[in-house]
C-alpha cells in the first residue's frame, strides 16, 4: 500500500510568531511592532551586506583620506555606517520608542519631538564584528530593548543603565551564508531564516537549547600572554586535553565576529570568552557590556547556557556607562560554571565565600525576571 504523504510542520513568519506571542501574553502589542521594524531594518542592512563590492560598500567610511572613528575610537566601516542609520531611521518615527543608543554613536538619542514616543529604549551595535566585511566573513546587529522608566519623557544615557536581567528583549541578526534572525522575549530563544524570495524571516528553530557540557572553545589566542592568571591556567587545562586534569580533548574555533561565534554556540555548544587582558584592563575588557554582553547573556540563559564576567553573572553587572566594557565567558554551562570556579579559585577564600552567597541569592531570585 502506498505510504501517505508526510505532513511537514507549516512555516511560521516572525509575524505570526510575535501575533502568537502577544496572544499569550509573552510581548505587549508596542513591543511586538517594535521587533518587526527592527527586523525590517536588519534585511535591509543584509541587502547591503549582500551586494558586498558591487555597492561600492566595502571600505573605511571617511573623506579625503580621513578615516572617520566611533566613540570607541575605532575606525568605522563605511557599512558600519550605513546599517547605523538603517537602524536609527527606521526606529525613529515608529511611535514605539523613546529613545535609542547606538554603539557607533556618543550619546542615546530621545525620539525627535516630532515623532509620537513609546516606553521603550533600544540599544543596537549595528555591524558586530565589522573587521570583517572586507573578507566576506559573517556579521551581525546585536540589539537589546529596556523600558523606559515610568515618567521619563525625554530619555538620557542615564535612563539606559539598567541590569542585563531588566532587557525586555534581544536579539541578533547574522548575516552570514543565510541571514538568520535569533531572538528572546524572555520565553525561550528561537531561531528564523530569512527567506529571500519572500522576503520574510521563517521560524527555523524554536527553543534552541545549548548542550550543558562542551568540548569547543572559542577565544582570541594571540592575547594568551596578556591573560590574568587564572585564565592562563583555565586555557592551559584545555590546551592539555586529555592528558591533563580536563582529561578530554578540545577543538578551538575563533570566527573574530561574536554574532557568528555565539551563534555555532547557540548551535551546537561551546564556550566563548573574551577575558580581561593587561592592553584592555584599563577600559575593563575589550567586549559592551550594553550592546554586546547583555544581549547574547540573555539569549544564551534563554536557551539554557550561562554567562559571567569571570566573577559576577554577567546579568547582574550594574551599568556604570552606556559604553562600558566587560570580560566575557558565555556557552556551555557547566564549562562556564567551570572558567568561574578558575577565578573563584584564584581570588580566594573570601572571594569564594561572597561569589557561593551570591549564587545561592541568584537561583532564588533568578526564575523569571522578564515580562511582555
Ligand atoms: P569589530 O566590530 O571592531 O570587528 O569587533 C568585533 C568584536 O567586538 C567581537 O565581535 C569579536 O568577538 C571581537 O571584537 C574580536 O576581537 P579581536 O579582533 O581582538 O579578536
Same mark, same amino acid.
Given at each position: 500500500? =502506498? ?49 558586498? %563590492? ?22 568605522q566601516k563605511k557599512l558600519d555606517v550605513i546599517a547605523n542609520d538603517v537602524l536609527m531611521e527606521a526606529n525613529a ?7 535609542? %543608543? ?7 538619542? =530621545? ?20 573587521? @570583517? ?15 523606559? =522608566? ?60 545549548? =548542550? ?5 572553545? +572559542?577565544? @582570541? ?18 590546551? +592539555? ?42 577600559k575593563g575588557g575589550k567586549l559592551r557590556l550594553m550592546y554586546e554582553a547583555n544581549p547574547m547573556s540573555l539569549l ?6 550561562? %554567562? ?44 569564594? %565565600? ?7 541569592? @541568584?537561583?532564588?531570585?533568578?526564575? @523569571?525576571?522578564?515580562?511582555?
Open positions: 500500500m =502506498p505510504s501517505l504523504p508526510q505532513r511537514t510542520a507549516p512555516s511560521i513568519s516572525l509575524t505570526q510568531f510575535l501575533i502568537e506571542a502577544q496572544r499569550a501574553g509573552h510581548v505587549s502589542p508596542d513591543l511586538r511592532l517594535l521587533i518587526e521594524v527592527v527586523a525590517r531594518a536588519c534585511k535591509r542592512i543584509s541587502i547591503a551586506v549582500g551586494k558586498g %563590492a558591487l555597492g561600492g560598500v566595502l571600505g573605511e567610511a571617511g573623506t579625503d583620506g580621513e578615516a572617520s572613528m566611533n566613540i570607541q575610537g575605532e575606525a518615527w515608529g511611535g514605539h520608542l523613546a529613545g535609542l %543608543a547606538s554603539e557607533e554613536m556618543d550619546h542615546s538619542q =530621545p525620539i525627535p519631538d516630532v515623532y509620537p514616543r513609546g516606553n521603550y529604549l533600544l540599544l543596537f551595535d549595528p555591524l558586530d564584528g565589522s573587521s @570583517n566585511i572586507d573578507v566576506n566573513i559573517s556579521v551581525g546587529t546585536i540589539f537589546s530593548v529596556l523600558r523606559c =522608566p515610568d515618567g521619563v519623557t525625554t530619555p538620557c544615557d542615564e535612563n539606559f543603565l539598567q541590569p542585563g536581567t531588566a532587557q525586555v528583549c534581544a536579539g541578533y541578526t547574522t548575516y552570514g551564508p543565510s541571514t538568520m534572525l535569533v531572538l528572546t522575549v524572555g520565553h525561550g530563544t528561537h531561531a528564523f531564516t530569512l527567506d529571500r524570495e519572500i522576503g520574510s524571516f521563517m521560524l527555523t528553530t524554536r527553543d534552541m537549547r545549548i =548542550p550543558g557540557e562542551t568540548r569547543e572553545f +572559542a577565544v @582570541n589566542m594571540s592575547n594568551q600572554r596578556f591573560w590574568e592568571a587564572p585564565m592562563q591556567e583555565y586555557v592551559g587545562d584545555l590546551l +592539555a586535553g586529555s592528558e591533563g586534569p580536563r582529561g578530554k580533548d578540545f577543538n578551538m574555533r575563533w570566527v573574530a565576529s561574536m554574532v557568528a561565534d555565539v551563534h555555532r554556540i547557540l548551535t551546537r555548544g561551546g564556550i566563548f570568552s573574551y577575558p580581561l587582558d593587561r592592553k584592555c584592563a584599563a544564551v540563559e534563554q536557551a539554557g547556557g550561562a %554567562a559571567s564576567t569571570g566573577r559576577q553573572r554577567m546579568l547582574e553587572v550594574q551599568p556604570t556607562g552606556l559604553h562600558q566594557r566587560v570580560p566575557v565567558f558565555l556557552g556551555s554551562r557547566r564549562e562556564v560554571e567551570t572558567a568561574v570556579e578558575y577565578h573563584r579559585r584564584h581570588d580566594g577564600p573570601e572571594a569564594e %565565600a561572597r561569589s557561593n552567597a551570591n549564587a545561592n541569592a @541568584n537561583a532564588n531570585a533568578n526564575a @523569571n525576571a522578564i515580562g511582555a
